[in-house]
């Protein structure tokens, strides 16, 4: 077996500055300081107060620096945010700082991408022309190679402590996700999830719970066709290609405690199928992580939060909860690797 070497730094990028990102990631700094996984932040150090942050050149300063400060890595885009307001005039920083946070992660200087919450209707007014981070992303990387027997994404997951979720569809309208619903789409969802809790989060046979797409998961086609014609058969060829994967499910009974006992991660066919019982349940723990990258990604499962930027009141549960994951996933590939 290959000795594994010292993980790199994750690499936290700024978000929208207007919002809780620059406290957040201050916050998370000091609860992670004393032994916690090592991060920098790839953001405008006038943001912060003098003292509380050391800028940083390059990654491999970030471990000297961070028992006594926050690393941070100068920005070259000019930032002129407000607290509270989100403005188009930030999208280059903003880009610029997810752009290197990437290639930090690609080049292996940084373990992984941590992303704090960015406004996406200020970014689409400056001509920012994805849905969000998780398209970015994607397409940030797609040149890249994926490691054998990897599916490529991206796919979101929302990881709470007691509840996995997948949605299939996610940024689009009811109408649009139901028309886009194919079974192609489910089963290539599903391989990626399944590949994930295997390389990611080690768990040796994941078990995959498949939601319906419409009341009662149709209830035998008296409420839509879609759950007989579309998800049952993706879920017979995932079997068949040795996907332990159930359903069609309701979507209403398949939340309880009893019935998450039962599997490793819901496979959702709606974005709010799938966000709203994984918030519910953790909303200030739950991380989402893109899954099918060549990098590990995950963030806080909140937005910018611009009512209460500034005002204390900002909580760096879910923050925290992304930092300690993405460390936790880029260590168990690595170990994969050197296997």
Request: charged residues 20%.
């Amino acid at each position: 077996m290959t000795a594994i070497p010292a993980p790199a730094p994750l690499a936290l990028t700024m978000g929208e500055p207007g919002g809780v990102g620059p406290e957040i990631s201050l916050a998370a700094w000091r609860t992670l300081r004393a032994g916690g996984p090592v991060f920098f932040l790839i953001a405008d150090p006038a943001l912060f107060e003098a003292g509380s942050i050391q800028e940083i050149e390059s990654p491999g300063e970030a471990a000297a620096v961070f028992p006594s400060a926050l690393p941070v890595m100068a920005l070259n885009a000019k930032v002129e945010a407000k607290t509270g307001e989100a403005s188009p005039a930030t999208a280059p920083a903003v880009i610029e700082s997810i752009e290197r946070a990437v290639a930090f992660a690609l080049s292996g200087d940084a373990s992984g991408v941590v992303t704090n919450p960015i406004q996406k209707s200020s970014l689409m007014a400056a001509g920012f022309k994805f849905p969000g981070h998780t398209e970015f992303l994607a397409d940030l990387t797609a040149a890249a190679a994926l490691p054998e027997g990897r599916t490529r994404g991206p796919v979101m997951m929302l990881a709470g402590p007691d509840l996995k979720t997948v949605p299939v569809t996610i940024h689009q309208s009811v109408v649009s996700a139901a028309n886009f619903l194919t079974a192609q789409l489910i089963e290539q969802t599903a391989h990626v999830a399944a590949e994930a809790l295997r390389h990611d989060f080690g768990v040796e046979k994941p078990r995959i719970a498949v939601s319906g797409l419409n009341p009662h998961a149709g209830e035998g086609g008296a409420i839509g066709r879609e759950d007989e014609t579309i998800i049952a058969p993706a879920i017979a060829a995932l079997n068949a290609a040795g996907i332990d994967a159930r359903g069609p499910l309701p979507a209403d009974t398949m939340f309880h405690a009893e019935a998450r006992e039962t599997y490793d991660a819901a496979l959702c066919m709606l974005h709010d199928q799938a966000l709203i019982p994984a918030k519910t349940l953790a909303f200030h723990e739950a991380v989402n992580v893109t899954l099918g990258l060549p990098v590990v990604r995950t963030s806080p499962d909140h937005g910018t939060a611009l009512d209460i930027a500034g005002q204390g009141k900002a909580r760096a549960d879910s923050l925290v909860a992304a930092i300690r994951l993405a460390a936790a996933m880029a260590k168990k590939r690595t170990e994969t690797r050197a296997a």
